[in-house]
């Protein structure tokens, strides 16, 4: 086994937990800067659209829990594709070849654009910048990479 996928099994196993652990720590840090300003209320009409460093404090904490969520979904679609479907070197012997597993790679990869679009769209929505940037850089990256992996039916 690589230290690649040792990391990815590890991630699958306990990335949960950090994700979670960082979603608690956004909704303190969101109850904690509640009364304050969320808006410029000076400056010019686009400098308005910064958001007010209460609720960067808040946006940053959101885009660590994306992403550590992001990495778990990730690993998710990694680990669960070993075993007979994706053949890398990298990734250990494969097992052998599972004949319901023709489309997981296609299905994986859609997953992961549909969650990062709409995951973006809902931050960017909520004025959540780097949280959206997080989004739509990860994700769709992910998703191709996971495309360009070997398998038992390419």
């Known amino acids: 086994m690589s230290a690649g996928m040792l990391f990815f099994g590890l991630f699958f196993m306990g990335g949960w937990a950090a994700a979670l652990g960082a979603l608690v720590f ?3 840090t969101l109850v904690r800067v509640w009364p304050r300003d969320w ?4 400056g010019h009409p686009a400098a308005r659209l910064l ?8 946006d ?4 660590v829990t994306a992403l550590l969520a992001d990495l778990w979904l990730v690993s998710a679609a990694i680990v669960l594709g070993t075993e007979g479907i994706f053949t890398e070197d990298w990734m250990g012997y494969p097992g052998m070849a599972d004949s ?3 489309g997981y790679q296609a299905e994986a990869v859609s997953v ?9 769209g809902i931050a960017a929505l909520g004025r959540c910048w780097i949280t959206a940037g997080v989004q739509l850089c ?3 990256l992910a998703a191709w990479w996971i495309g360009t992996f070997d398998t038992y039916f390419t």
């Open 60 to 63: 940053v904490a959101l885009a």
């Open 26 to 28: 956004a909704v303190v």
């Open 100 to 102: 319901t597993g023709r």
């Open 112 to 120: 992961l654009r549909s969650i990062a679009w709409w995951t973006f």
């Open 138 to 140: 990860l994700l769709p």
């Open 39 to 42: 808006m410029r209320r000076r």
């Open 51 to 58: 958001p007010a460093p209460a609720f960067l404090r808040f």
